[in-house]
């Protein structure tokens, strides 16, 4: 079974925040983001940890939603 590799990226000004993370590894790329919002060096902010820090929610949702067996057929609309 092969391993996804999830990417969230953030480009502001000339700085590039990109965290590359798998599913193992999703509670220690949030620790990650809050850690930079914390350094004053950095011009990572809250916000911007919050914003990817949704991405990486929704990434988690959409996985759920691939492994569900019954999201693999054929969807019906009216």
Do not use: C, H, I
């Not at 990817?52 to 949702?61: A, H, P, R």
Request: glycine share 2%; aromatic share 10%; no cysteine.
């Amino acid at each position: 079974m092969s391993r996804r590799v999830n990417v969230v990226a953030l480009v502001k000004n000339n700085e590039r925040y990109l965290f590359l993370f798998d599913d193992e590894s999703r509670e220690s790329v949030l620790k990650t983001m809050a850690r930079f919002a914390e350094n004053e060096e950095l011009s990572f902010t809250w916000y911007d940890a919050a914003v990817l820090t949704q991405k990486v929610q929704q990434l988690e949702s959409e996985r759920l939603l691939e492994s569900e067996p019954w999201s693999s057929g054929p969807r019906v609309t009216r």
